[in-house]
């Protein structure tokens, strides 16, 4: 059984950084594609980022292009994402989620985090 664990979630200023890192445990080929993705208040889930272990594939969404880095540890076990110029808009629940499709849908997903929050104030 695979099971995921957010850290580093907190609150920071606009323009400021914050680093998550999901630890990934029972990792099998069940959980070979991971994402995070975020969920606002009222809003529905939204993709973020995905990452193959080994960083073979690599893909973010358009509003965090540039500013969000995904990235895999094999050693460690751990995917973490690394969010700098940080919005008001990216304030939300971040969750980690692991898979076996290349994909930017939820339900793509079969394993996932309890979240972290993210709160950044202007």
């Known amino acids: 059984q695979v099971q995921l664990v957010e850290s580093g979630g907190g609150s920071v200023q606009a323009g400021g950084s914050l680093r998550l890192s999901c630890a990934v445990s029972?990792?099998?080929?069940?959980?070979?594609?991971m994402g995070w993705f975020r969920q606002a208040p009222g809003k529905e889930r939204e993709f973020v980022a995905r990452?193959?272990?080994?960083?073979?594939?690599?893909y973010y969404a358009d509003s965090v292009k540039g500013r969000f880095t995904i990235s895999s540890d094999n050693a460690k076990n751990t995917v973490d994402l690394q969010m700098n110029s940080l919005k008001p808009e990216d304030t939300a629940v971040y969750y980690c989620?692991?898979?076996?499709?290349?994909?930017?849908?939820?339900?793509?997903?079969?394993?996932w985090g309890q979240g972290t929050q993210v709160t950044v104030s202007s």
């Open positions: 990452i193959t272990w080994g960083a073979a594939s690599i």
């Open positions: 989620a692991a898979g076996i499709t290349v994909t930017t849908i939820p339900r793509g997903y079969r394993y």
């Open positions: 029972g990792r099998t080929f069940s959980s070979s594609v």
